[in-house]
């Protein structure tokens, strides 16, 4: 990305091994963490997200509902936020982690705002029961949940 900012202080986020199952696993317990602290009351979906960029950093968000419905944010762009504000960049890993039988994608703007970051990331997308056991865990590329990305710049 042109002009991307250099990865700085994390105030607060994990650093792991980018290429490793523990980038994997420290993501998804701060996705699962993160989900636990949503805030959901209109709906009652609670949803938690972590990104891992290049440089090791994990960083956490989750849903938070407005009574407006269209001022709701999402966990993902929740944990892209949490990444910039950090000075961090170059997300490499996505986990999305929800309730349910059948493990959810991040939404079309979700989508977007992680392209905006990274051409191309792997997702993985996890589905817990009311106990917080794991039911279902999926993977995609983010290329292929939105392979023509919307850009105003020149490619990352």
């Known amino acids: ?5 250099r990865p700085g202080p994390t105030s607060g986020a994990r650093r792991v091994g980018v290429r490793s199952s523990a980038a994997e696993g420290a993501a998804l317990a701060a996705a699962r963490q993160a989900r636990a602290r949503a805030y959901a009351p209109y709906s009652g979906y609670r949803v938690g997200a972590a990104v891992v960029t290049r440089s090791g950093g994990v960083h956490a968000g989750c849903n938070v509902e407005n009574a407006t419905f ?5 966990a993902e762009r929740s944990a892209v936020a949490a990444m910039v504000a950090a000075g961090d960049a170059e997300p490499v890993l996505c986990v999305v982690v929800t309730a349910g039988p059948r493990p959810a994608p991040p939404c079309g703007i979700c989508r977007q705002v992680l392209a905006e970051f990274a051409r191309d990331m792997r997702l993985l997308l996890v589905s817990e029961s009311p106990s917080g056991r794991v039911l279902r865990r999926s993977s995609a590329r983010l290329s292929a949940l939105l392979p023509q990305a919307f850009r105003l710049r020149s490619p990352l």
């Not at 990305?1 to 900012?5: E, T, V, W």
């Not at 269209?70 to 999402?74: D, E, N, R, V, Y």
């Open 1 to 5: 990305m042109s002009g991307a900012r």
């Open 70 to 74: 269209g001022a709701t944010l999402c």
